[in-house]
């Protein structure tokens, strides 16, 4: 069965960094594209950053400049280094992976960025 296991997430004041790590059993893990998506309460679930097997990546124009994604194929561990935390980016945060039709998601971890 492939789990995504996803940790990091916790409570931040404004201004502050968090690093969330997804951890995945998908084999080969280097092929997949990996996503970091989150949901707000009441709001739909919407991606944050993505990154391909070539290590191209893309990012929410909301996230640009603040978010860097990243992956290491040895450790099948996707990143998301989160710098300049606004309370807007509280959500819990989800990790994906892609290949053709093959499409998975983590359980989440939730983030709060508060004073």
């Known amino acids: 069965q492939v789990q995504l296991v996803e940790s990091g997430g916790g409570l931040v004041q404004p201004g502050g960094s968090l690093r969330l790590s997804c951890e995945a059993s998908?084999?080969?893990?280097?092929?997949?594209?990996m996503g970091w998506y989150r949901q707000a309460p009441g709001k739909q679930r919407e991606v944050v950053a993505r990154i391909t097997r070539v290590g191209s990546t893309e990012y929410a124009d909301s996230v640009k400049g603040r978010f860097t994604i990243s992956r290491d194929n040895a450790k099948n561990t996707v990143y998301l280094q989160m710098n300049a935390l606004k309370p807007e980016d509280t959500a819990v945060y989800y990790c994906n992976a892609v290949y053709v039709h093959l499409n998975y998601w983590g359980q989440g971890t939730q983030v709060t960025v508060s004073s």
């Open positions: 998908v084999r080969p893990f280097s092929i997949y594209t």
